[in-house]
T-cell receptor
Framework: KQEVTQIPAALSVPEGENLVLNCSFT??????LQWFRQDPGKGLTSLLL?????REQTSGRLNASLDKSSGRSTLYIAASQPGDSATYLC???????????FGKGTKLSVIP | DVKVTQSSRYLVKRTGEKVFLECVQD?????MFWYRQDPGLGLRLIYF???????EKGDIPEGYSVSREKKERFSLILESASTNQTSMYLC????????????FGEGSWLTVV
């Protein structure tokens, strides 16, 4: 079964700190991987999309990497701000399927 | 700016009622999806559609049906609502190519009493 795991489930950091969120997946037949942000009670907002042929993607203070061989992706957030507080989810698209498999997310709290 | 609109943000329905959740996207996307999100279980796919009048079951289709009569609109139907269908429902869309970003609506909170 294709599974996506995000550890830790929750993370609290002081403002200004650089941090890394982790996502691991069990199947190397990955098509792409997306990172999303979800604010409480809201829908998901796409942050970064990495194709299976890519190693990383960057947007502003965010950098996502992909290592298919080890089944891992990381989301790096530089100089964290209180406004970054949210739940971050990764989702894997698999070869031969329209479906995405979501991790359960990491709830990030950035303390002023 | 991309837009996926879910018509109802908060609904309270009685057990046994028929419930319609509507979703409209304005991006001419071929693919549309319905997920539900529950604490501890994450997002689970209910149904998706890759074209008008086409639908495929996701991981948890039991108790649900869908309708896609027009490209921009994808409806989720609960034929006879039950309390275990109390959840957050999320609609999403994407273009046909699987390598592209998926866009989500704001979600519909459904409570079945």
């Amino acid at each position: 079964k294709q599974e996506v795991t995000q550890i830790p489930a929750a993370l609290s950091v002081p403002e200004g700190e650089n941090l890394v969120l982790n996502c691991s997946f069990t199947d190397s037949a990955i098509y792409n991987l997306q990172w999303f942000r979800q604010d409480p009670g809201k829908g998901l907002t796409s942050l970064l999309l990495i194709q299976s042929s890519q190693r990383e993607q960057t947007s502003g203070r965010l950098n996502a990497s992909l290592d298919k061989s080890s089944g891992r992706s990381t989301l790096y957030i530089a100089a964290s701000q209180p406004g970054d507080s949210a739940t971050y989810l990764c989702a894997v698209g698999w070869a031969g399927s329209y479906q995405l498999t979501f991790g359960k997310g990491t709830k990030l709290s950035v303390i002023p | 700016d991309v837009k996926v609109t879910q018509s109802s943000r908060y609904l309270v329905k009685r057990t046994g009622e028929k419930v319609f959740l509507e979703c409209v996207q304005d991006m001419d996307h071929e693919n549309m999806f319905w997920y539900r999100q529950d604490p501890g279980l994450g997002l689970r796919l209910i149904y998706f559609s890759y074209d008008v009048k086409m639908k495929e079951k996701g991981d948890i289709p039991e108790g649900y049906s869908v309708s896609r009569e027009k490209k921009e609109r994808f409806s989720l139907i609960l034929e006879s609502a039950s309390t275990n269908q109390t959840s957050m429902y999320l609609c999403a869309s994407s273009i046909r190519d699987r390598g592209n970003t998926i866009y989500f609506g704001e979600g519909s909170w459904l409570t079945v009493v």
